[in-house]
């Protein structure tokens, strides 16, 4: 044979396959199958010797292969409205930690807040046949959006949202949050205080709104809702709803900015208006930032851990993975929120 021959044929070099790891390691293609999956059942020799065979053959299993027999791809999916936003950032690190303590690849996709997008997603993690997803859907009450959830048949668990169909979720405890934050303002002497927020129609506004009325109700006093305002979650619109308040003839003496992402807007027109925090006006932030902290005066704070979030949502993903049955009923798991006093809280200007 000339060397062109020998070439040739070295180019044309077997694949390998797990039937020769199963040859090679003197046992049934099934048994390779059960290793790889990490399958309960396979004695500890048995086990090594497979791996030891992989190694041995340089043999690395095909995930996509794997899935379509409907094997365990061992990825989950995260969708999440915005990239920009620093909260889901931690609540990827969290769970992407458990995810990799447990063997599990995270995978995130943001849906730029769009249903259409958001259905897209679904279906794409379904067709790669992802074991489980994580969604933070932003607006529960879309039915198509609801449709495409329970259509993938996928373990599922919401992140800071609710769903009108059986399915877990984790989110943080915004109601008592918010409440123990208009208490405060309310004891300073406050009575016309403003909300900036987003996620209308969601279970974080709801829970939000329900606990700035608990509040005012015990105290005797009736909210304005010329002063709640919960469309969006961008800085812009916490800017110019800022300026707008403050140019009312009766505007707020104190505001709560329930948002990573609405805080700089706020401060931003507080600095535009020619007013002073807190002596003009007080304001708490509904999640805690370096901003909140390195302003002067550092501003109070609803704190949770978005990190604890993600590591939860994983955690109960993992327990509907694992778990034959699957849950009875729906659970709600909540972390705990605290109230951070600093300085940008005063009691109301005379």
């Not at 077997?14 to 059960?34: F, N, W």
């Not at 996509?64 to 999440?80: E, H, K, W, Y």
């Not at 943080?172 to 987003?198: F, M, V, W, Y």
């Not at 699957?326 to 009691?347: F, N, Q």
Request: glycine share 8%.
């Amino acid at each position: 044979m000339n060397s062109k021959d020998k070439s040739g044929a070295q180019g044309k070099r077997k694949r390998i396959t797990a039937r020769d790891v199963a040859r090679k390691a003197k046992c049934a293609l099934g048994t390779v199958s059960r290793v790889v999956n990490d399958v309960p059942g396979v004695s500890p020799e048995t086990r090594q010797r497979v791996l030891d065979a992989m190694e041995s053959l340089g043999w690395v299993p095909n995930v996509a292969a794997q899935s379509m027999r409907g094997m365990s791809s061992r990825m989950v999916g995260f969708i999440f409205s915005d990239i920009r936003n620093p909260l889901y950032a931690a609540m990827v690190k969290g769970a992407e930690d458990v995810f990799s303590a447990n063997g599990f690849l995270l995978v995130t996709a943001t849906s730029n807040s769009e249903a259409d997008r958001e259905i897209a997603l679904i279906e794409l993690f379904r067709r790669r046949h992802a074991d489980a997803l994580l969604f933070s859907i932003t607006q529960e009450s879309d039915k198509r959006v609801v449709e495409a959830v329970e259509a993938s048949k996928l373990p599922i668990v919401m992140i800071e949202r609710d769903l009108p169909i059986p399915v877990d979720s984790v989110g943080a405890d915004h109601l008592s949050g918010t409440r123990h934050a208009t208490e405060h303002l309310i004891q300073l002497g406050h009575r016309r205080i403003a909300i900036i927020s987003g996620g209308k129609g969601t279970r974080v506004a709801r829970d939000r709104l329900l606990g700035f009325n608990q509040a005012m109700r015990a105290a005797g006093l009736k909210s304005d809702e010329s002063l709640l305002h919960l469309e969006s979650f961008a800085s812009e619109y916490a800017y110019r709803k800022t300026q707008w308040l403050l140019s009312l003839d009766k505007p707020p003496t104190a505001i709560l900015a329930l948002g990573m992402r609405l805080l700089p807007g706020v401060l931003a027109a507080v600095r535009a208006c020619g007013l002073s925090v807190p002596s003009d006006i007080s304001i708490i932030a509904g999640n805690d930032s370096n901003l909140a902290q390195m302003m002067t005066p550092p501003v109070t704070a609803i704190r949770y851990d978005p990190e604890a979030l993600g590591r939860e949502a994983a955690l109960a993903i993992l327990a509907q993975v694992e778990s034959s049955s699957g849950s009875a009923s729906p659970r709600r798991l909540e972390i705990p929120t605290e109230l951070v006093l600093r300085g940008s809280c005063g009691p109301p200007k005379k």
